[in-house]
């Protein structure tokens, strides 16, 4: 069997994924307190639509938004909720979140039946993955229901399943794989028929071979799935390479995977798809990891809206002196300082690093050894990135297409005068993003 | 759970160990075989030499840098790498005070004057090499005056020859020694060029341990080996030997004086290349590589931006 991969750049950082590979999932109970924030994706953010003292029931809506590019944020247990105000999230912002504290009933809100996907319509399915509040479970948090809508000029032949897991230290998919791979596929084949596709792939890197056994048995000789062996190397599951080492089709610049007749949904997100569209259930539960300087590292099936320092506490508390608590994964992952701050629908892992992680070496001026060019996936040349962004000229950082980087971190990864190339890109964007909006602006 | 004092800073929040101050130790490591060579050859004068021009350029920094409001660097090694190629680059019947006078022209002025480490446009050690022979009317009082007083420093009656390249100008090779004499070790020309065999070592270390590309080596070797083929002047010899290997593997390939992309890296050396072959075609400077790069050193930036890698997805 073939091994695919992106063509491109790439880096193998260790992979630390032993703490918790293969280990079951586990479920934890509610924190006495639930923040869940009203913005937890990519687009406009929620309005709630419940008050201060409201009792509500897990799975029911808290808040929506009429906004194309949105998904509705639903309670993860039943309660009363006790305010409605500002919080701090994993990025540092503060962002309006609903709080409330969980009573000892765990009621659910009423579900439909069981329904049989096949009997449904594909605008029926979007509209039912849109109420259910479904964005990528990856990390990005884009909404669900609009990825798979697709303009009608650009149909879909493909559906990959990201099963990658390229991020050092997460298992959390690996686990999900290897717990439901009969719904997995179910799942494929939901996507194949919302988006009209033909066929669907199910891109696994080597280094879970117990996932790709599993799925590939199940999957022999079938005439619409199959399972993609990926190399393990970063950043396989970014979704750009992932299409290009499945399809070997390159999203151009700027463009979405439609255009190349691809739509990519990760594991925990074509699985929370079926999920709504059979059983009826609101994205209010994930898998999350929680390894690293723990006592007991696991997956946690963790309610959206738990506390981080609760997840701790569920994994017996720090293992040592922690130096850096990431949410996420520690390539594209977020450094809290607050462990206060909610796991979001977009929150696959709780990295703890400890002191012996943190930077050794301070940060030197660009020595320009190309290390960032050989390993950049997107064709970029970071060092330049770099140079403008540290000294304020945006317009130069744009010239050399800091808008195209998806700040998977291999640049800084490699980086020998351990420079913040990630950091400076995302200076650029927003400057960049910035510049554009008042052009915008002045035109109109 | 707040107070514990974590850490906040941007991802990706793995890196690899590697830092500048282990590239810079791989490069002196790659410099130990040839180096301990022209010690066998020229004994005391190469090891004078040596410690003349890493204590010089180490001396230099700890002086500059603070006088320009710089924080000290001398952990990333960069100026003991920069005082030992210098080394290499003389000859054992260098007088001293060039060593040294080369040595602080290229890591004050070459390095340090120019923003340091990063942003230097010329190869310090070879500019240091170049600079003092180019500069020569300014520094001829010094010989004189020195030898007039009782401060002496005799470097002479060492065991060296006339440089291989200088045989070979007769278009003669009578007398010159053979490849393999080149290839394994021959004591002619400055302290880096004693060995071939020494220098490919070092180099296929440094690729090995990635700091380096093949691309710039394999392009200044191929240019000048097919184009002295194709002229008729001996292309062996003049890949084995005027210090070629030494200035492929490491003077062209330093990280700040080079293109970062790849093709930039085959064109850079290429054309390096071709600058050595005239130079000794059109009469043979013994700098005649160090000038190559020299002249090729500023144009990195600019190839860089020619040979701009095609974005992913880009038709």
């Given at each position: 069997?073939?091994?695919?991969?992106?063509?491109?750049?790439?880096?193998?950082?260790?992979?630390?994924?032993?703490?918790?590979?293969?280990?079951?999932?586990?479920?934890?109970?509610?924190?006495?307190?639930?923040?869940?924030?009203?913005s937890?994706?990519?687009?406009a953010?929620?309005?709630?639509?419940?008050?201060?003292?409201?009792?509500?029931?897990?799975?029911?809506k808290?808040?929506?938004s009429?906004?194309f590019?949105?998904?509705?944020?639903?309670?993860?247990?039943?309660g009363t909720?006790?305010?409605?105000e500002?919080?701090?999230?994993?990025?540092?912002?503060?962002v309006?979140?609903?709080?409330?504290?969980?009573?000892?009933?765990?009621?659910?809100?009423?579900?439909?039946?069981?329904?049989?996907?096949?009997?449904?319509?594909?605008?029926?399915?979007?509209?039912?993955?849109?109420?259910?509040?479904?964005?990528?479970?990856?990390?990005?948090?884009?909404?669900?229901?609009?990825?798979?809508?697709?303009?009608k000029?650009?149909?879909?032949d493909?559906?990959?399943?990201?099963?990658?897991?390229?991020?050092?230290?997460?298992?959390?998919?690996?686990?999900?794989?290897?717990?439901?791979?009969?719904?997995?596929?179910?799942?494929?084949?939901?996507?194949?028929?919302?988006?009209?596709?033909?066929?669907?792939?199910?891109?696994?890197?080597?280094?879970k071979?117990?996932?790709?056994?599993?799925?590939?048995?199940?999957?022999?000789?079938?005439?619409?799935?199959?399972?993609?062996?990926?190399?393990?190397?970063?950043?396989?599951?970014?979704?750009?390479?992932?299409?290009?080492?499945v399809?070997?089709?390159?999203?151009?610049?700027?463009?979405?995977?439609s255009?190349?007749?691809?739509?990519?949904?990760?594991?925990?997100?074509?699985?929370?798809?079926?999920?709504?569209?059979?059983?009826g259930?609101?994205?209010?539960?994930r898998?999350?990891?929680?390894?690293?300087?723990?006592?007991?590292?696991?997956?946690?099936?963790?309610?959206?809206?738990?506390?981080?320092?609760?997840?701790?506490?569920?994994?017996?508390?720090?293992?040592g002196?922690?130096?850096?608590?990431?949410?996420?994964?520690?390539m594209?992952?977020?450094?809290?300082?607050?462990?206060?701050?909610?796991?979001?629908?977009?929150?696959?892992?709780?990295?703890?690093?400890?002191?012996?992680?943190?930077?050794?070496?301070?940060?030197?001026?660009?020595?320009?050894?190309?290390?960032?060019?050989?390993?950049?996936?997107?064709?970029?040349?970071?060092?330049?990135?770099?140079?403008?962004?540290?000294?304020?000229?945006?317009?130069?950082a744009?010239?050399?297409?800091?808008?195209?980087?998806?700040?998977?971190?291999?640049?800084?990864?490699?980086?020998?005068?351990?420079?913040?190339?990630?950091?400076?890109?995302?200076?650029?964007?927003?400057?960049?993003?910035?510049?554009?909006?008042?052009?915008?602006?002045?035109?109109? | 759970?707040?107070?514990?004092?974590?850490?906040v800073?941007?991802?990706?929040?793995?890196?690899?160990?590697?830092?500048?101050?282990?590239?810079?130790?791989?490069?002196?490591?790659?410099l130990v075989?040839?180096?301990?060579?022209?010690?066998?050859?020229?004994?005391l004068?190469?090891?004078?030499?040596w410690?003349?021009?890493?204590?010089?350029?180490?001396?230099?920094?700890?002086?500059?840098?603070?006088?320009?409001?710089?924080?000290?660097q001398?952990?990333?090694?960069?100026?003991?790498?920069?005082?030992?190629?210098l080394?290499?680059?003389?000859?054992?019947?260098?007088?001293?005070?060039?060593?040294?006078?080369?040595?602080?022209?290229?890591?004050?002025?070459?390095?340090?004057?120019?923003?340091?480490?990063?942003w230097?446009?010329?190869?310090?050690a070879?500019?240091?090499?170049?600079?003092?022979?180019?500069?020569?009317?300014?520094?001829?009082?010094?010989?004189?005056?020195?030898?007039s007083?009782r401060?002496?420093?005799?470097?002479?009656?060492?065991?060296?020859?006339?440089t291989?390249?200088a045989?070979?100008?007769?278009?003669?090779?009578?007398?010159a020694?053979?490849?393999?004499?080149?290839?394994?070790?021959?004591?002619?020309?400055?302290?880096?060029?004693?060995?071939a065999?020494?220098?490919?070592?070092?180099?296929?270390?440094?690729?090995?341990?990635?700091?380096?590309?093949?691309?710039?080596?394999?392009?200044?070797?191929?240019?000048?080996?097919?184009?002295?083929?194709?002229?008729?002047?001996?292309?062996?010899?003049?890949?084995?030997?005027?210090?070629?290997?030494?200035?492929?593997?490491?003077?062209a390939?330093?990280w700040v004086?080079?293109?970062?992309?790849?093709?930039?890296?085959?064109?850079?050396?290429i054309?390096?290349?071709?600058?050595?072959?005239?130079?000794?075609?059109?009469?043979?400077?013994?700098?005649?590589?160090?000038?190559?790069?020299?002249?090729?050193?500023?144009?990195?930036?600019?190839?860089?931006?020619?040979?701009?890698?095609?974005?992913?997805?880009?038709?």
């Amino acid at each position: 069997m073939s091994v695919k991969t992106f063509t491109r750049g790439g880096v193998h950082p260790p992979e630390h994924k032993e703490p918790t590979a293969g280990s079951p999932i586990r479920e934890i109970p509610p924190a006495p307190e639930m923040v869940v924030p009203l913005s937890q994706h990519t687009g406009a953010p929620c309005e709630a639509t419940v008050a201060v003292g409201d009792r509500v029931m897990a799975g029911q809506k808290i808040g929506d938004s009429e906004a194309f590019i949105s998904a509705p944020v639903h309670s993860p247990v039943s309660g009363t909720v006790k305010a409605i105000e500002m919080r701090r999230v994993f990025t540092g912002a503060m962002v309006r979140c609903v709080v409330i504290a969980p009573d000892e009933h765990q009621e659910q809100a009423a579900q439909t039946e069981r329904r049989d996907w096949r009997a449904l319509a594909p605008d029926e399915i979007r509209s039912i993955v849109r109420q259910a509040g479904i964005v990528g479970l990856g990390g990005a948090a884009f909404p669900a229901s609009v990825k798979i809508a697709p303009p009608k000029d650009k149909p879909i032949d493909s559906v990959i399943i990201n099963g990658c897991e390229c991020e050092p230290f997460l298992t959390c998919d690996q686990a999900l794989m290897l717990l439901r791979p009969d719904d997995l596929i179910e799942a494929t084949r939901l996507l194949i028929k919302v988006v009209g596709a033909r066929r669907g792939y199910i891109g696994i890197e080597l280094n879970k071979p117990d996932a790709i056994e599993l799925l590939a048995s199940k999957l022999k000789e079938d005439p619409e799935i199959c399972v993609v062996r990926c190399e393990v190397k970063y950043p396989e599951g970014a979704e750009k390479q992932l299409i290009k080492a499945v399809l070997d089709r390159e999203v151009p610049p700027g463009k979405l995977p439609s255009e190349v007749g691809a739509l990519v949904h990760n594991v925990g997100t074509a699985l929370a798809i079926l999920d709504a569209v059979a059983q009826g259930t609101t994205l209010t539960r994930r898998v999350v990891t929680v390894t690293g300087a723990v006592a007991r590292p696991g997956n946690l099936e963790v309610r959206v809206g738990t506390p981080v320092s609760h997840l701790i506490e569920q994994c017996g508390g720090f293992a040592g002196q922690p130096g850096k608590v990431i949410l996420g994964g520690p390539m594209t992952g977020w450094a809290i300082e607050d462990l206060g701050v909610p796991v979001q629908k977009g929150t696959s892992g709780v990295v703890v690093l400890t002191r012996e992680y943190m930077d050794a070496h301070p940060t030197l001026a660009c020595v320009r050894c190309g290390k960032c060019v050989e390993v950049c996936p997107m064709g970029l040349m970071p060092n330049m990135i770099g140079i403008y962004a540290e000294r304020g000229r945006y317009d130069d950082a744009e010239k050399w297409n800091a808008m195209d980087c998806f700040e998977c971190g291999a640049c800084a990864y490699v980086c020998p005068s351990k420079r913040p190339l990630v950091d400076c890109v995302r200076k650029s964007k927003q400057a960049i993003n910035e510049k554009h909006r008042r052009q915008r602006e002045a035109k109109s | 759970m707040i107070g514990r004092n974590l850490v906040v800073t941007p991802p990706p929040h793995l890196k690899q160990r590697d830092a500048v101050a282990h590239a810079m130790r791989d490069v002196a490591l790659a410099l130990v075989p040839v180096t301990l060579v022209a010690f066998y050859f020229f004994r005391l004068n190469a090891v004078i030499m040596w410690v003349l021009c890493v204590g010089a350029a180490v001396l230099t920094e700890i002086v500059v840098r603070p006088m320009l409001g710089q924080k000290p660097q001398i952990g990333n090694m960069s100026a003991v790498v920069t005082g030992w190629l210098l080394a290499l680059c003389f000859s054992p019947t260098t007088a001293w005070w060039t060593a040294v006078i080369g040595a602080i022209l290229a890591v004050g002025v070459a390095k340090e004057l120019m923003g340091g480490l990063g942003w230097n446009w010329f190869n310090p050690a070879l500019f240091g090499r170049v600079v003092p022979v180019v500069l020569a009317p300014l520094f001829s009082w010094i010989g004189p005056v020195l030898s007039s007083t009782r401060f002496r420093f005799a470097m002479a009656d060492v065991m060296s020859q006339a440089t291989p390249l200088a045989m070979l100008k007769g278009r003669d090779l009578a007398g010159a020694p053979t490849p393999v004499d080149l290839l394994t070790a021959y004591p002619g020309g400055a302290l880096g060029e004693v060995s071939a065999l020494a220098l490919i070592a070092g180099g296929l270390y440094l690729m090995l341990r990635k700091h380096i590309s093949w691309r710039i080596p394999a392009g200044m070797i191929a240019t000048v080996f097919v184009l002295t083929l194709v002229l008729g002047r001996y292309p062996v010899h003049q890949v084995l030997s005027g210090g070629l290997l030494l200035a492929a593997f490491f003077m062209a390939t330093d990280w700040v004086t080079a293109p970062v992309t790849g093709n930039g890296r085959l064109i850079f050396g290429i054309a390096i290349g071709v600058l050595v072959v005239l130079f000794r075609v059109f009469g043979a400077p013994p700098e005649g590589v160090g000038f190559s790069v020299l002249l090729m050193n500023p144009t990195a930036h600019w190839i860089d931006r020619m040979t701009r890698p095609k974005l992913f997805g880009q038709k």
